[in-house]
Each structure stands twice: as structure tokens, then as C-alpha cells.
Nanobody, 126 residues
Framework: QVQLVESGGGLVQAGGSLRLSCAAS????????MGWFRQAPGKEREFVAA????????FYADSVKGRFTISRDNAENTVYLQMNRLKSEDTAVYYC???????????????????WGQGTQVTVSS
């Protein structure tokens, strides 16, 4: 079992930055590919970014490419999402997720991830 706890959300003005953290416990995250998803009010959950277990490969949704960066520190058992140049449409609850054998073809599918955090709210004011 892996427990995931997100933090770092908050209220920020458009154009600003936030860094989300996802702290894991129970097992080492080096066994898992890690992803970030988000869900805005009235919308379905959507993929944001993911990183392979080694950190060697990362994937991004087109909507955040060039603005967000996912990274991981396996020694600290933590995954990060650096979000720059935030837009009002980035407002959502952001969730961290862990899975195994995530591929380029499945990275955007939430059902392929086994463990989820409780989420952290990000609100971008325009």
C-alpha cells in the first residue's frame, strides 16, 4: 500500500507560480510511475503530467507543456509539480497518483494508476 499526500496548493494570481508536492509513505515511490491529474468543478478528471519510476521519462498534457514541470526525488519519496505562468483555466483540485508499468499509451488513463492522494486545491485568479 502507498499513501499519498499532496500539498502546496493555494490561491495565486494569473501569471504566478506554485509548486505542488506529493509525499508518499508505506512504500518507496521508486517502485512506481507517478502522475498528476486535476479536476475542475463540473468537469471530468484530466491528466496533467507523469514521470517514470526512474525519472528518465516525463509526459505532459498539451495544455500545460512548457509551463509545468514534473520531477521526483526518490530518496525523499516525493514527487513535485512546478507550475509556472498559471492561467485561470488551471484552477482545479490536483491529485497525485502512483502506478506500475505505465506506458506512453496508458499514461493519461487514470484507471491505470493504483493509488491516489486526497488532492490539493489550486485557484488562479484572473
Amino acid at each position: 500500500q502507498v499513501q499519498l499526500v499532496e500539498s502546496g496548493g493555494g490561491l495565486v494570481q494569473a501569471g504566478g507560480s506554485l509548486r505542488l508536492s506529493c509525499a508518499a509513505s508505506g512504500r518507496t515511490i521508486s517502485d512506481y510511475d507517478m502522475g498528476w491529474f486535476r479536476q475542475a468543478p463540473g468537469k471530468e478528471r484530466e491528466f496533467v503530467a507523469a514521470i517514470s519510476w526512474s525519472g528518465g521519462t516525463s509526459f505532459y498534457a498539451d495544455s500545460v507543456k512548457g509551463r509545468f514541470t514534473i520531477s521526483r526525488d526518490n530518496a525523499e519519496n516525493t514527487v513535485y509539480l512546478q507550475m509556472n505562468r498559471l492561467k485561470s483555466e488551471d484552477t482545479a483540485v490536483y491529485y497525485c497518483a502512483a502506478g506500475v508499468r505505465i506506458t506512453q499509451g496508458t499514461v493519461r488513463l487514470g484507471g491505470k494508476y493504483d493509488y491516489w492522494g486526497q488532492g490539493t486545491q489550486v485557484t488562479v485568479s484572473s
